[in-house]
């Protein structure tokens, strides 16, 4: 079974800091890697994902992140926090190469993260 | 840009009525989902469709609810009789055929259960 632990159900950053959202997951197959944003009141939205090849995924917004497979880490990572990335983060793991896997997803819990001035 | 839209954003129901959650994919995608979120809760999944049958599901997706793609665009999510604990958002995802390919997700529909 596939699982995804986001450490941190809450993260306060200052505006202009680093944000970084943690993201450990567990996979018996060589996985791939999504970043999901969700706004107030609105659907998921795609950030980055992580399938094959570099290792360090670049996403919209400003945001990256990069898969460390010795680490079994995705984390999220924006140099310079906005106002407006104050949202709920997914991280989330596919089971594309698991045997009869229709490549669902499984979500971490997510991060609610919170930008001040 | 396309898009996955979902109807209505918000349902209210009483417990034991059913209810029919509806979704239109986008366009050229083959694979749909359904996954839903219990307020304060993770995303779970649900069920998944290809080629006009259910290709997986979770133990939530028992004999209550059933999936179907009536005519070609849309994509729904009956609950034959819902329970209290059926409250939750319940989204809809769709994507293309590449194994790599990103799932789509809707805006979600709130339903709540009196």
């Known amino acids: 079974a596939q699982s995804v632990t986001q450490l941190g159900s809450h993260v306060s950053v200052s505006e202009g800091a680093l944000v970084l959202l943690r993201c450990n997951y567990s996979?018996?197959?060589?996985?791939?890697l999504f970043w999901y944003v969700q706004y107030p009141n609105q659907g998921l939205q795609l950030l980055l994902k992580y399938t094959t090849g570099a290792t360090l995924v670049k996403g919209i917004n400003g945001f990256e992140a990069e898969f460390k497979k010795s680490e079994t880490s995705f984390h999220l990572t924006k140099p310079s926090a906005h106002m407006s990335d104050a949202a709920e983060y997914f991280c989330?793991?596919?089971?594309?190469?698991?045997?009869?896997?229709?490549?669902?997803?499984?979500f971490g819990t997510g991060t609610q993260l919170k930008v001040e001035l | 840009e396309p898009e996955v839209t979902q109807t209505p954003s918000h349902q209210v129901t009483q417990m034991g009525q059913e209810v029919i959650l509806r979704c239109v994919p986008i366009s050229n995608h083959l694979y749909f989902y359904w996954y839903r979120q219990i307020l304060g809760q993770k995303v779970e999944f649900l069920v998944s469709?290809?080629?006009?049958?259910?290709?997986?599901k979770s133990e939530i997706f028992d004999d209550q609810f059933s999936v179907e793609r009536p005519d070609g665009s849309n994509f729904t999510l009956k609950i034959r009789s819902t329970k209290l604990e059926d409250s939750a958002m319940y989204f809809c995802a769709s994507r293309g055929q590449g194994v790599a390919d990103t799932q789509y997700f809707g805006p979600g529909t709130r339903l709540t259960v009196l």
């Open positions: 989330a793991v596919s089971d594309w190469g698991l045997t009869g896997g229709g490549n669902k997803l499984t």
């Open positions: 469709f290809y080629n006009n049958e259910i290709s997986e």
């Open positions: 996979s018996s197959v060589p996985p791939y």
